[in-house]
């Protein structure tokens, strides 16, 4: 039977099997379960949102269905939460292991694989299929944490150079500003321009599930993978499902991630059929325009400063209200 | 009958089938089998099947099967679906 592991010793148990398996032992999770026999565990996994991770069976209890129910109950324990669909990092050899349970292999890069139950990413393709352009297009991935003139540039430059625009908004809630909130000034400040198209990332590109560390911004090294896997995720099946040529990209000189992110674009997307195209960001006041520095001036509550780093859409959405329900909670946490 | 909640029977065990059921306005039914190839068509017939008989014309119906036989199929079936139209 599967149970919840949390006693103490419980968890040691969980780590040594872990640890014994290869893994490591990475809390936080949601869930943490495994099955006991003759009270020795001898199979264990956990459950962090849509992710499933060490998950490992005892050597002399391999072969049978032990993997199978870990991962049945959580799935089951993630569904009950509202998640339909759930992701497996894992070495590529061992990917059959999880197709066998009807899992799909999303992106493989020689290290590692991504694989998906449920089949969430067809669905997230299809119910875009109406908005599929002849192309050639190109793609622009962007948080707009707020919505700044950067952004508006980008797009905008983007834009005169191909026939359609798909502006790929990240949909992860790990951001100062919601999901609904940044998609609104995005939509609202890039109206004008007739050949954008505005969609969210869902899972499937910059989220925790694809790039985990994109939200840490400490340029972690086991990022380095994980930031590949999405790429690959976007050249092999997000970017010909919309006819994307071109990637675009500001330049950026800021953040040790991003530029990492952007290093890795131009190594791994245009092999696969996708060009990058960099471009230098725009300035205003001594320095680039950035979300981050938005963001400072916020906190400071130097709000007059805003209309040279926002559009007039943005500002308004800031100084509303709702804006300032946000901000103004994140400045005091 | 209709679907009003999100369920899920089954487990994903050698021979048997995990069933999702969700409310939706339209019905849409996905089978992922590890024996498509050979019984896609036989699995598909006796998804329909049951759902008519409960009259479900509306949903999301996802299973994933294993090469569960079709009285394990039913069974599934009908468990997720008293539990997804039960008030």
Not at chain 1, 96 to 113: I, W
Not at chain 1, 187 to 200: A, C
Not at chain 2, 21 to 26: K, S
Request: hydrophobic share 40%.
């Amino acid at each position: 039977m599967v149970t919840s592991l949390l006693s103490s010793d419980d968890l040691r148990q969980a780590r040594t099997l872990v640890e014994e398996s290869g893994l490591s032992f990475e809390p936080p999770y949601d869930d943490l379960v495994g099955i006991f026999q003759s009270r020795q565990l001898v199979a264990v996994g956990a459950r962090q949102g849509r992710v499933l991770k060490m998950l490992a069976v005892a050597r002399s209890h391999q072969g049978g269905s032990l993997l199978d129910e870990v991962v049945t109950e959580l799935i089951g324990r993630g569904f009950q939460q509202g998640a339909d669909s759930f992701f497996i990092f894992t070495n590529p050899s061992h990917a059959t292991n999880f197709e066998r349970l009807n899992f799909n292999l999303l992106v493989s890069s020689g290290k590692s694989a991504l694989l998906e139950y449920g089949d969430g990413l067809r669905r997230y393709l299809a119910r875009q299929q109406p908005l599929v352009q002849p192309g050639p297009n190109g793609a622009v991935v962007a948080n707009c944490n707020p919505f700044t003139l950067g952004h508006r540039y980008l797009i905008e430059q983007a834009a005169a150079r191909v026939e359609h625009l798909y502006l790929f908004v990240v949909r992860e809630e790990k951001s100062l500003f919601p999901f609904d909130c940044r998609y609104r000034m995005v939509r609202e400040g890039t109206g004008d321009l007739k050949n954008v198209t505005i969609l969210d990332t869902s899972s499937y590109a910059v989220s925790s599930v694809t790039f985990p560390t994109y939200f840490l911004k400490d340029g972690d090294p086991g990022g380095e993978v994980q930031m590949e896997l999405d790429l690959l995720l976007f050249a092999n099946r997000i970017a010909p499902h919309f006819n994307i040529i071109t990637r675009f990209v500001g330049s950026e000189p800021l953040s040790k991630t991003t530029a990492a992110y952007n290093c890795a674009m131009h190594r791994l997307l245009p092999p696969l059929g996708v060009e990058v195209c960099e471009l230098e960001r725009k300035d205003a006041i001594g320095s680039v325009i950035s979300a981050s520095r938005v963001r400072n001036l916020l906190c400071r509550k130097e709000v007059e400063k805003l209309a040279e780093l926002v559009p007039q859409t943005t500002l308004e959405f800031l100084l509303s209200g709702e804006g300032r329900k946000i901000w103004e909670k994140g400045v005091r946490t | 009958m209709k679907i009003i909640k999100k369920v899920q029977a089954g487990t994903m065990q050698s021979s048997d089938l995990m069933v999702f059921l969700e409310p939706a306005d339209t019905l849409t039914v996905t089978i992922e089998s590890t024996v498509l190839k050979q019984f896609g068509a036989l699995i598909r017939a006796k998804v329909d099947e049951v759902l008519a008989r409960h009259a479900i014309e509306a949903g999301v119906v996802r299973i994933t099967d294993r090469g569960a036989l079709d009285y394990a199929i039913e069974a599934r079936l009908e468990t997720a679906i008293s539990r997804a139209t039960e008030a």
